[in-house]
């Protein structure tokens, strides 16, 4: 069966930096579409950085674009996120979807994921 583990998060103050990540079993990830989300208290789960597992693209929400990059290596996908903010506190999740396509605006939906990690928290403060 899928199963999506994510570690790395903790606590780190404002312009620190964090490296997360997903380790996968159960799939092959160059079939899948893999995604890293974030939700904050209060809010909806939100899509921050995706990666295609067959041609290697990538998509990130313009809040991640220049600070967060997502990468994988074998079974593992990980997300480095710089310059860290508070409004970046939440618990980060990975996901997969079984598509080839390029990832676009469409792949931020949680909706579109078949599987799920347990999620692991961040939390920027001062």
């Known amino acids: 069966q899928v199963q999506l583990v994510e570690s790395g998060g903790g606590s780190v103050k404002p312009g620190g930096s964090l490296r997360l990540s997903c380790a996968a079993s159960?799939?092959?990830?160059?079939?899948?579409?893999i995604c890293w989300f974030r939700q904050a208290p209060g809010k909806e789960r939100e899509g921050v950085a995706c990666?295609?597992?067959?041609?290697?693209d990538t998509y990130y929400a313009d809040s991640a674009k220049g600070r967060f990059t997502i990468s994988r290596e074998n079974t593992k996908v990980y997300l480095q996120m710089n310059d860290l903010k508070p409004e970046d506190t939440a618990v980060y999740y990975c996901?997969?979807?079984?598509?080839?396509?390029?990832?676009?605006?469409?792949?931020?939906?949680?909706?579109?994921?078949?599987?799920w990690g347990q999620g692991t928290q961040v939390t920027v403060s001062s």
């Open positions: 990666k295609s597992g067959s041609g290697g």
């Open positions: 996901a997969t979807a079984r598509t080839l396509r390029s990832p676009g605006s469409w792949a931020l939906s949680q909706y579109n994921y078949d599987h």
């Open positions: 159960g799939l092959r990830l160059d079939y899948y579409l």
